[in-house]
């Protein structure tokens, strides 16, 4: 009797046994039917074996097994395993959900022949473009990125923004073509970034590019992901979810904007993939590269102390680095948000045909509706967060749960009929700023406005045609873009990220602030970059002036070394979620009983409420866990996990290895 072992997208962390007689060591790596329940699930065989722990009576037998697409390889379930073993996250669901939707599904996928063309570039068919001779920085980067491609290595690039780290990439990607193996790149985020899609496929015309992303189409991201597994697709450019796309014949992984957290998945499936990618360069034996103006505290430790390479790249390319000013609002009445300083530089700006972006980190009107005659405030019944008020369509929103309700006419508590919005959001900014500029020339960048289909593109022209003169944007206008009329960036509301419970929060805002600043003066000229603050004088805004990232960061290390944070130990969160806060509270105090034996060396802090306690309904709480040994840490939660699936409680947990948000 053969039996095989199945992963499948269940919840629970174990392969299933179905037999299938025929079954053969070359079907592992394939895609079977099978039955559960009363269901046909697709699954992945990891495993043959000549027996089952499963009473044969009870053994079912499984239908097909799907000869539709290629079999996973052995580096490719090494590497799902290593992932689901290291996050204990259940390995079929890892399995499961690192293939492109279709192929969760019984049904055939599109034939390659059909795919060549369903995967032309739906965009805007490039023209080949070569490669200009690399200043000595990046020369010196690129030579050391190159020096040994067939060894592992990871490299950090700290480069200041504008200073051609790009570059270097599509370079070394170009080398990597050449030796006749595939390049994967990640990024943040593409759908707002076509430049770069386009720009790769310009670099290399007669290679096949493909990106892989949760915006393409089902179709289009099976073709994409089949094609990277044949290793036709010599190009990969992906976001997170594309560091287990099966590769062939891999030869560089590269990870631009390594600090940005999108990187790591917050919902069900934790992972870092960039820590992914360091592991999955390490089996293959290969580079991987890890750029950015800001890294990752944990990154910019891993390069002083020696276990990455550091190349770093001082100078920005054909223009100066933007001056940076900070605009002291303490005891200033601000209109709209806006102080009297950035007022007359707008002004000035625009008198010159120079495009202006303010910055301000929410959507929507403003942040909260208010009663000033008893100080209710529009709070989501669903979440401990504050209804947002959108004027332009007339709701006040939820940007946590998605709930959104009419706006009242009186205050639902005292029936004062006059509510006020307090604070500043982009559609509020935008108002006054039309008020001043005219309608025409304000142009309003964020979740919302660019969320129909194609209104990026119409964005995108109107900001490179000149019309719009100042664009009033979130972080999404932070990333990437390249808009070289643009001279001035106002910041509204820095300092309401510098206060935060999070020990990450310094860390971030400087790689938002410098990003944002980044933007300003690509194009010749030197930027202007003007931030408003009551906190002049603060260590992070000195640092964002001299634009001296790594004396800041020397400066954060102390701190973390001091407090014992990461990268000076290695955290876990235990997070419970219920309907009660009560039950979640509760299973975590068993947690902690049930760790009393086990817990050699490793600290466990008491449960709290999660930093937003209700979500969606539901009521959340962690317990965090420290180590100063990963292996250590990885031993206890490896046996931890275990002693927590028997129990039985109404709350449902996840173990978050590495968490980024506390
Ligand atoms: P980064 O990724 O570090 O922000 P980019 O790679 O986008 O920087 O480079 C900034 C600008 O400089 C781009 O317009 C790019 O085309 C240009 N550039 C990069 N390297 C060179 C070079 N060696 N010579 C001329 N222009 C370059
Ligand atoms: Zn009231
Ligand atoms: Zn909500």
Not at 63 to 80: A, G, K, M, N, T
Not at 247 to 269: N, V
Not at 601 to 629: F, H, I, K, N, W
Request: charged letters at 25%; proline letters at 6%.
């Amino acid at each position: 009797m053969k039996i095989i072992k199945v992963a499948l997208d269940v919840p629970l962390a174990t392969l299933f046994d179905y037999r299938h007689d025929a079954a053969t060591e070359l079907d592992v790596g394939c895609r079977v039917v099978v039955p559960f329940g009363k269901k046909r699930l697709v699954g992945v065989i990891m495993e043959t074996a000549d027996s089952s722990s499963v009473t044969s009576g009870r053994l079912k037998t499984a239908f097909d097994v799907l000869r539709d697409s290629p079999r996973l390889e052995e580096s490719d379930l090494e590497l799902l395993r290593f992932a689901s073993h290291y996050y204990h996250y259940p390995l079929g669901a890892a399995v499961m959900g690192s293939l492109p939707p279709q192929l969760r599904r019984p049904r055939p996928p599109p034939s390659s022949r059909k795919n060549a063309r369903g995967a032309a570039p739906a965009a805007e068919l490039p023209t080949a473009s070569s490669a200009p001779t690399l200043t000595p920085e990046q020369e010196r980067a690129l030579s050391t990125v190159l020096a040994d491609p067939n060894r592992f290595q990871s490299h950090l690039v700290l480069g200041v923004t504008g200073s051609g780290k790009t570059e270097i990439y599509l370079q070394a990607i170009a080398a990597v073509l050449a030796a006749g193996r595939q390049a994967l790149l990640l990024v943040p985020e593409i759908s707002l970034t076509p430049q770069l899609e386009t720009l790769v496929r310009a670099r290399f015309p007669g290679m096949r590019v493909v990106a892989l992303h949760s915006a393409l189409s089902e179709h289009e991201r099976t073709v994409n992901w089949l094609a990277a597994q044949s290793g036709h697709a010599r190009v990969v450019l992906g976001t997170r979810l594309a560091v287990f796309a099966p590769m062939p014949r891999l030869g560089i992984i590269i990870i631009d904007e390594e600090h940005d957290a999108s990187f790591k998945q917050t919902d069900r499936f934790r992972y870092s993939a960039r820590d992914i990618a360091v592991v999955r360069a390490s089996r293959v034996g290969v580079p991987v590269v890890l750029g950015s103006a800001t890294p990752s505290l944990e990154s910019y430790f891993n390069a002083v102390n020696g276990r990455y390479r550091l190349s770093t790249l001082t100078q920005r390319i054909g223009a100066p680095l933007p001056s940076i000013e900070c605009v002291d609002t303490r005891g200033e009445r601000l209109e709209d948000g806006l102080s009297a300083r950035l007022r007359q530089a707008l002004d000035e700006y625009v008198a010159r045909g120079e495009q202006s972006l303010v910055f301000i980190n929410r959507r929507g009107y403003a942040p909260v509706l208010m009663c000033h005659s008893c100080g209710w405030i529009s709070g989501c019944h669903r979440c401990s967060a504050k209804l947002v008020l959108h004027l332009g369509e007339r709701r006040l929103r939820c940007h946590h749960c998605g709930h959104a309700a009419a706006i009242p006419q009186a205050c639902a508590d005292c029936g004062n009929p006059q509510l006020a919005p307090m604070g500043q959001g982009t559609q509020r900014v935008e108002g006054a700023l039309s008020q001043r500029y005219g309608k025409s020339g304000v142009l309003r960048i964020d979740r919302d406005s660019v969320r129909p289909r194609d209104a990026w593109n119409v964005m995108r022209r109107r900001i490179h045609g000149g019309e719009a003169k100042i664009l009033v944007g979130t972080q999404i206008l932070a990333k990437g873009h390249d808009f070289p009329n643009l001279n001035l960036v106002g910041v509204l509301n820095a300092d309401s990220l510098l206060y935060s419970a999070d020990f990450r929060a310094p860390e971030r805002l400087l790689a938002l602030l410098t990003q944002v600043s980044g933007r300003a003066g690509r194009g010749g000229t030197q930027g202007k970059v003007l931030i408003q603050t009551e906190f002049p004088e603060h260590s992070l805004y000195d640092a964002l002036k001299r634009q001296d990232y790594r004396a800041f960061a020397e400066l954060l290390l102390a701190e973390r070394r001091e407090a014992a944070f990461p990268p000076f130990t290695h955290q876990a969160l235990l997070r419970a979620e219920a309907p009660r806060l009560q039950t979640a509270l509760e299973f975590l105090r068993g947690a902690i009983v049930a760790a009393r034996d086990i817990a050699n060396l490793v600290t466990l802090y008491d449960p709290v409420p999660a930093a937003m306690p209700r979500r969606a309904g539901r009521e959340r709480a962690q317990l965090l866990v420290q180590c100063e040994s990963r292996s250590r840490l990885q031993q206890f939660l490896g046996e931890w996990c275990r002693k927590l699936e028997g129990r039985s409680s109404s709350a449902r947990w996840i173990i978050d290895v590495d968490p980024l948000e506390l």
